[in-house]
């Protein structure tokens, strides 16, 4: 994979404040030493901007794209609207709904324009760097290779524990 | 108001489908006799479409938009994202959470873009156009007469009927 | 706008306590120069100074009200019944159900009296308040500049922590 | 209770179409032969005759005020600020979210105006005749009679069922 | 009212917990010199007891019951099945569901046993004390020009603060 | 097992309209050869032979209770606080809320009080009926071979359809 | 029960850090001297161990497996698939939803399928505990004498605080 | 893509009712061309159909798993978690809940088994097609294209309609 740092994912959030949720992500990609960029993208701030961001990244060689947002969560489902690249979704915790506002927002959306949504929170956007592990391994066996040892190594990890 | 024919209220929609409810913001309009236009414009399906919408919007002289969508319903936040203008959205009904996606993903905007969300379904979509109606009212003595002239009539049907 | 006091924006909320959300629509209109008044009006505990509110605002030169009261909310559409002008609704969150209870009670309004309705909280609050900037934006150039110009500010400063 | 007619309890709802859930807390007080009076009150689109019912209510004998309305449903809550009676307040299912919006509409009221709220639809408007006659029955022996043998009767024909 | 100390209103909560809810009941109660009783009566560990609370409370002079609980709270309406007084249910705030499932618990009573039921938590509390003296002053005029002047002072204090 | 015709399981339902949803139970029972009896029984309109029911069945043979109710579902978790059998419970499709109120009344018990609750509706009730099968299994070699089997065609008859 | 320490009860969870919950089924378990073996056992991460312990379970002696997991719950549903055991489900509270995803994750099973559950938290683990020991002391008459035993101070202690 | 009929995308439901669903995933990947398989694959009654299903796909040349299942829906997460591709959950429309208890049993995944959720429904199904294509166009410069044409197609379609 890894001979130069050309980015493979892009992962981009609504807000600065996003980032304490979105960097689990990004540890997953590094761990994994797959090149990744990382912005803050916002729909509603910026929506000049996200066009580009959304109508560019293929050419410049992204692959993924992970957006994770919280509230009236518009970005993934918008950047999907505008590229023909896979696009994960994480919702962010919200204030007042816990993310299930986030949720809603980012998984319902039309039938024409898939965003493949994680769990709202950490959980989420650690799957989300998983789950862009998990395409890019399929044409990587050196990636797929790390992969099925992470998960040996996360199965162990609960075995060793597993007697309490 | 109405010397021209020029729309001074946009009625947008995500889809076909939605024009049911949307109707009814638009029979208000009417009804009132201020000219609109009706489109749809979808946020997932069309982004450059509605983009170039929301932009050029006020230059052509519309005040007001009223923007309708249903499921993970992100046309009147990213019109509002896009405009100055005072942008109502309405939580079209969804068939699974029967508009509770759509009215959180309207509603819960992030501080910065404001979106005036109204009820789910047609009471929200004839509301719509009445708020629209209350905006342009407080610059026009006549359409005010009017809406208070509505006022009265809708309570005195109420009253009329209040015996059962 | 503001060569006189004069306000222009009525911005009422059901308790004391619900001050520390609402001063975000204050802020706003502050920073906007637009001049506006502040009350504690409850629709439970002063329905008749609630009433008298919403039948004198427009008299007084008021053109927006923005309403924000939390659980079962009442403040908001029990004003929009009383008045031609526009109201704008803040659900304040609540103790037991975050806001969701104030949402309800808010913008499920019936077909015939509107209420918009922004998001649950300070977003909220604060985006009541840049809504009343939007409508009167569309009468008052200065205010659409300044209005432009935050608009544009919002932007450049996500840009500017775009890279994280 | 009934040499005269002069009516005890007070029903009122939102709107016509909410009768077919109300009737079933008329029909409750018919057979209990208790003397009450029902009236379409609308919070929304009739506020001066609302204030005006529950301000003179009980000034003409009524002693107990059973509400429906449904949505954002804010009749019961308004007619319990302007009257020292007791208010029962019903939930009429609504069309998008099934009277939960009603329920929270009217249930959670803040401290110091209480609506004693009842099961979402025609359980609940049975349940406010009910509890009104429960009230009266307090002070009204004969009517406490009747109460005893309605619930001993209802528990008879359960019982007569009980075997399926 | 008060020549004697015969309560008139059985307080009763599910858990010793939910006494920090349920005192706001009770010094409504005493604020109002209606002389109560307040006891933990638990539907699921002291069944007994409780059935003989609700079938004795009536012949013991009590003339309205509040009870308080939380969860799957089945003390309010499982009394109400075994008493003809009018029964007050309180949803205390739960652990895990803030007291919606408490609310759903106590409200959605099938046809045929009332509960009237107040808001989740302390308000709910605060409120049905006031719904008892609500009923109670029906027949003691006393007590009924104590709750008009709480209702005026109630109002009285709203207005000082009215200005912010 | 099935010398006698002594019911080990005893079907309740709190209305006669819950036996749609309950025979689902039963004939699963049936299909097992378990012995079991069904009767109505109101938590809120037949207190009295609930408690005679809950605090007799064990004494009759009784070995494991299945109740079903709806809304504010009372029957499992009162049934449970007077017996020291297993107690399953079934929340019945509800109305308006389509038995998450069944349910949140009948799973969120106390800690003290097991009610082991199944899903919602017919698919609950079935399941309520195997779980019984389950615990009687255990000490009836013959059931348990019953069990084995009907697992077995169940996966044989899903196998079978794989190819669609 | 208790001449050897053959376990009879398997509490499993589906993370170390779900033992603050399931603790509450082992206290219990141990306060009634009923042998139990307490495992985590992961659906997501150790599918294979979870297989075999499910699969194994009843030919080591185990009675009843209790199963807690969190957010999206398999575990309980997913061992109740490769058992004939009864298998009881405690939803242990999630981050951002606060257990209503775990319970809706565990309870909805469909027909085939049965698992027991109890309610989110502390409190549905320790009736998980209590739900074991009802089953088991059916046929241990020396466990049912300390059940209902257990019942009864139970009963006592709320009858001794009830004075509050 | 296509000059062999090996299929790169298996389609996976919980069970034959589900088909009326998920006929909208392979719709979309027929008129893409991609080969694919279905199969009714059940956690909860084929448990070791499942896990044989998950373990051989990647062997046999599949690409991409779609599982879609209703309610407690555990097939997605434990099919992802025994292989190392890529799995799209489908959450199908359940019949007491919507469908919401089977979104949240798909997405919320803990962090280390990502399953990338659809939206609820045949929209979800008709998506989780799109995404799949998406993931496997990034290999396949065809098939990109006409994914390309497809998105345009659809823009064009709405753009026709537009007028209303």
Redesign the interface.
């Known amino acids: 994979m890894s001979q130069t740092n050309q980015p493979l994912v892009g992962v981009i959030m ?3 404040s996003d ?1 304490e949720t979105m960097r ?1 992500a990004c540890e997953i990609l590094e761990s994994f030493e797959v090149p990744y960029e ?12 996200m ?1 580009e961001y959304a109508t560019t990244a293929q050419g410049r060689g992204i ?1 993924i794209i992970i957006a994770g947002a ?3 969560a ?1 970005l993934p ?2 950047v ?3 590229t ?3 696009v ?1 979704g994480v919702p962010v ?9 986030s ?21 989420g956007a ?3 760097g ?2 862009a592990v ?2 890019l ?3 990587d066996s050196d990636l ?1 290779q790390r ?2 040892k992470f ?1 040996e190594e ?2 162990q ?3 060793e ?4």
Chains 1, 2, 3, 4, 5, 6, 7, 8 share one sequence.
């Not at 915790?93 to 506002?101: T, Y």
């Not at 524990?161 to 309490?164: A, E, N």
């Open positions: 609504g807000s600065k980032w689990n990382k912005r803050v993208v916002s729909a509603h701030r910026t929506p000049a901007w066009n692959k919280g509230g009236a518009h489902g918008m999907a609207s505008q023909t690249l896979p994960l915790k919200s204030r007042a709904l816990s993310g299930l506002d949720l809603l927002s980012i998984v319902q959306m039309p039938g024409g324009v898939p965003v493949g949504t994680l769990a709202i929170g950490d959980a650690k799957n989300a998983l789950f998990r395409i391994a399929s044409t797929h992969l099925a998960q996360q199965t990890k609960v075995l524990d597993s007697q309490l």
